[in-house]
């Protein structure tokens, strides 16, 4: 019979959510930030001094490319077979090439709310053996190849293929995988990296810097900047000791603090966001506020904003947005810079297939390339919220 019952969520939002589109060539891009001001002012009386001269004060920030890319291997008898769905389920291109694309789509859209570092889990209480457990189980898809790093990511403890992801978590709120042979018992312990793929092909340091490191607090470098000198080059991080519930004050809280860095210019509208689980949180602050009358037919959230004093606010829920965290983000700051776009690569420069013969095999193999980096620019236009308490029932995604 035509057609494919799909089990997989390809969300992707990464593509739609930022306003800045950039193209560009070189090795990196390279901005001015403004992160002091002239000091030389003063009040005085009648024939009193002049401050001494002064100046503005800029650093450079940069962003380097990063690349993304993808394989996929068939072989004469699938190409002979399966080029019209007259006799198969679906055809080459639409199984192979827009899947693979898709599958592409998929993971940015992890990485995009992410740190840029390719972590993609930590380590869970169950370390070795037939099954292990991580704190996020979203991208440990079946049949992906990954690697067990140690918190500073010089030592590889283990490397092991996923079988399965369990949907139920366990009693601690892990999610459960199966490798395809036995994790050996070794040095590894819990809350080491997990990363997508292993030896030379590990994403480790090589993904997109996301969300997650692009609204940030944190200490050191960020992009050419030191920001523990610059600490203006920072976001509003409001962060707790234990996980809390998501409240009106909590959320309020956050938006006066980027409203205060961020100064009066509100004009763009903000956007809170997180996982499906905080939405259920956002929900239900206001279900005691719910009114049903005889009339009612439909009851609940009718529209995903509101307006308050601090500016107006849309909501965005994503199934790959990190757990326990809540984005408020202007996107007008965030900028995807392009250099390559998402394509498949061609035997010549211009024409030919995309498949590429084996003289070996009856096999042929097509690649596709994707060049960019996100950027952003003024951080304090953005925040987040950690530490928020949610209510998960699948660890599928």
Same mark, same amino acid.
């Given at each position: 019979l035509p057609g494919v019952i799909s089990t997989l969520n390809n969300t992707s939002r990464a593509r739609l959510l930022p306003?800045?589109?950039l193209?560009?060539?070189?090795?990196?891009?390279?901005?001015?930030?403004?992160?002091?001001?002239?000091?030389?002012?003063?009040?005085?009386e009648d024939g009193g001094p002049i401050p001494s001269a002064g100046k503005q004060s800029y650093v450079a920030a940069k962003a380097y490319r990063k690349f993304g890319v993808g394989s996929v291997k068939v072989t004469d008898g699938i190409l002979d077979n399966a080029s019209t769905t007259k006799h198969a389920a679906i055809t080459v291109v639409e199984?192979?090439?827009?899947?693979?694309?898709?599958?592409?789509?998929?993971?940015?859209?992890?990485?995009?709310?992410?740190?840029?570092?390719g972590v993609i889990a930590l380590l869970g209480a169950t370390t070795s053996g037939s099954t292990i457990t991580v704190d996020d189980g979203r991208m440990c898809w079946e049949g992906g190849d990954f690697t067990i790093l140690d918190t500073d990511g010089s030592t590889v403890h283990a490397t092991f293929v996923n079988d399965k992801i369990n949907r139920a978590f366990n009693a601690s709120g892990e999610a459960?995988?199966?490798?395809?042979?036995?994790?050996?018992?070794?040095?590894?312990?819990?809350?080491?990296?997990?990363?997508?793929g292993s030896g030379n092909k590990s994403m480790y340091n090589r993904a997109p810097t996301g969300l997650d490191a &692009?609204?940030?607090?944190?200490?050191?470098?960020?992009?050419?900047?030191?920001?523990?000198?610059?600490?203006?080059y920072t976001s509003v991080v409001y962060t707790n000791s234990t996980d809390r519930?998501?409240?009106p004050h909590l959320l309020r809280t956050l938006m006066a603090g980027?409203?205060?860095?961020?100064?009066?210019?509100?004009?763009?509208?903000?956007?809170?966001?997180?996982?499906?689980?905080?939405?259920?949180?956002?929900?239900?602050?206001?279900?005691?506020?719910?009114?049903?009358?005889?009339?009612?037919?439909?009851?609940?959230?009718?529209?995903?904003?509101?307006?308050?004093?601090?500016?107006?606010?849309?909501?965005?829920?994503?199934?790959?947005?990190?757990?326990?965290? &809540?984005?408020l983000v202007d996107f007008s700051q965030i900028t995807r810079a392009?250099?390559?776009? &998402?394509?498949?690569?061609?035997?010549?420069?211009?024409?030919?297939?995309?498949?590429?013969?084996?003289?070996?095999?009856?096999?042929?193999?097509?690649?596709?390339?994707?060049?960019?980096e996100y950027f952003i620019e003024q951080r304090n236009r953005c925040g987040k919220i950690e530490n928020l308490s949610e209510d998960k029932t699948t660890a599928l995604g």
């Open positions: 306003k800045g589109e193209k560009w060539e070189g090795k990196n891009l390279e901005k001015s930030v403004h992160v002091r001001r002239n000091v030389a002012f003063t009040f005085t199984s192979e090439l827009r899947g693979m694309l898709d599958c592409i789509r998929k993971a940015e859209n992890f990485i995009f709310t992410r740190d840029g570092t459960v995988l199966t490798p395809s042979a036995s994790v050996a018992a070794g040095s590894q312990a819990q809350s080491d990296y997990i990363v997508w &692009l609204i940030d607090d944190g200490t050191g470098t960020f992009q050419a900047v030191n920001i523990t000198t610059y600490n203006r519930p998501l409240t980027v409203k205060s860095e961020a100064g009066d210019d509100m004009s763009a509208e903000w956007t809170l966001l997180g996982n499906i689980w905080q939405g259920i949180n956002f929900e239900e602050m206001y279900e005691g506020e719910l009114r049903i009358t005889e009339s009612t037919k439909v009851a609940g959230i009718e529209i995903a904003s509101f307006q308050s004093a601090m500016g107006k606010f849309n909501i965005v829920t994503d199934p790959d947005a990190p757990y326990k965290k &809540l984005f392009v250099q390559h776009e &998402l394509d498949w690569r061609k035997n010549g420069a211009t024409a030919g297939s995309i498949f590429q013969r084996k003289d070996n095999s009856l096999n042929h193999t097509a690649t596709c390339l994707e060049t960019y």
